[in-house]
């Protein structure tokens, strides 16, 4: 009679609870992710799901060359013409690069290095993003770099990128 007067639940029930605790406790905390998750989806679509691609350009992390670029584009209507883009930062001459695009765009891609002066000539457009290659002498007109210098015109500045013309 004492054997069936157990004191302890069974082996199962005891396992059973052992595993719902956990379980409660894995879906607590995915479900606190899954929330997480959706807030930054939420904000993701907000920033960047709607619009035109100019639109979310303009909100992108390269705002600030699209909006340079955009105006250099708008001020220049000969397809011919030709756009060198300095910088030390080989995502930041890209992304000029692309938005430069349909212009006869000029800038080493892999290692940023700068064209001897001799092969720019007056009407050019130079795209300077941030570099410590490139030094405008703002007395002098001119950039100046290891390959040589040239006497340029200041066109258009959007937070440190700015663009100049080629003057004889």
Do not use: C
Request: aromatic fraction near 12%; charge should be positive.
């Amino acid at each position: 009679m004492l054997a069936s007067f157990r004191t302890r639940p069974p082996r199962s029930a005891a396992t059973l609870v052992i595993v719902s605790i956990v379980i409660i406790g894995w879906v607590g905390l995915d479900a606190r992710w899954q929330l997480d998750l959706l807030a930054k989806y939420r904000a993701t679509v907000e920033q960047f799901g709607t619009g035109t691609i100019e639109e979310l350009w303009r909100r992108g992390p390269d705002a600030d060359i699209y909006t340079l670029a955009a105006s250099v584009k708008r001020g220049i209507r000969d397809p011919n013409q030709r756009v060198f883009v300095f910088g030390d930062e080989a995502y930041s001459r890209g992304r000029a690069a692309y938005h430069l695009l349909p212009m006869l765009v000029h800038y080493d891609a892999v290692s940023g290095a700068l064209p001897s002066a001799q092969f720019i000539r007056p009407g050019d457009l130079i795209f300077l993003t941030w570099s410590r290659q490139v030094r405008y002498d703002q007395e002098a007109q001119q950039l100046i770099w290891n390959g040589g210098a040239v006497r340029v015109k200041p066109l258009g500045y959007v937070h440190g990128n700015v663009v100049f013309k080629v003057v004889a």
